[in-house]
Each structure stands twice: as C-alpha cells, then as structure tokens.
Nanobody
Framework: QVQLVESGGGLVQAGSSLRLSCAAS????????MAWFRQAPGKEREFVLAISWGGGRTSYADSVKGRFTISRDNAKNMVYLQMNRLKPEDTAVYYC????????????????WGQGTQVTVSS
C-alpha cells in the first residue's frame, strides 16, 4: 500500500508562486506514474498534471500549461508541484496520486491518493 502525504498549501495572492510537495512511503518514483489533481468547492476533482515513472512522459491540463510544473526527486521519494502566476481559479484542494507505471494516458487510472492540501489564491 503506497501512502502519500501532501504539504505546502496555503493562502497566497494572485500572481504569486507556491510549491507543493508529496512524500511517498516507498520508492514510488521509480515504479509509479505520479500526478496531481485538484478539487474546487462544488466541483468535481480534476486532473492537473502528471509524470510517468521513467520521466519520459508528462501531461498537463490546458488551464495550467506554462504556469505549473511537476518534478520528482527519486532519492527522496518526493514529487513536487511548482505553481507560478497563480490565479483565483486555482483555488482548490490539491491531491497527489500514484499508479503502477503504465502506457495508458496519464490523466486517469490512479490507485493511491493523499489526503490533500488546501491552496487558496486571493485576488
């Protein structure tokens, strides 16, 4: 059972940057595709971005392209979400997710989830 713990959320102003971290309980970054999802109040959870287990593939939601970046540190079992030029519409609970490495689309099929971290962007 993979356990994921997010951190780094908070309240920031529009235009600011924030980095979220996801700590994994095992060496997930070497065997698992990793992703970030988010859920805004009253909305469905949505895909944000993901990176394949080998790092050769990434996928981004159109709404965050050019502003958000996913990265990982295999040695530390960490995955990061760098968010730049934040907008009020980025306000949501952000979830880290993992799945066994697969060739299918990176946007779905995740089996393991963290508890989420709140990001609030004020205008």
């Amino acid at each position: 059972q993979v356990q994921l713990v997010e951190s780094g959320g908070g309240l920031v102003q529009a235009g600011s940057s924030l980095r979220l971290s996801c700590a994994a309980s095992e060496r997930t970054t070497s065997r698992y595709d990793m992703a970030w999802f988010r859920q805004a109040p009253g909305k469905e959870r949505e895909f944000v971005l993901a990176i394949s287990w080998g790092g050769g593939r990434t996928s981004y939601a159109d709404s965050v392209k050019g502003r958000f970046t996913i990265s990982r540190d295999n040695a530390k079992n960490m995955v990061y979400l760098q968010m730049n030029r934040l907008k009020p519409e980025d306000t949501a609970v952000y979830y880290c997710a993992a799945r066994t490495g697969s060739i299918i689309s990176l946007t779905s099929g995740y089996d393991y989830w963290g508890q989420g971290t709140q990001v609030t962007v004020s205008s």
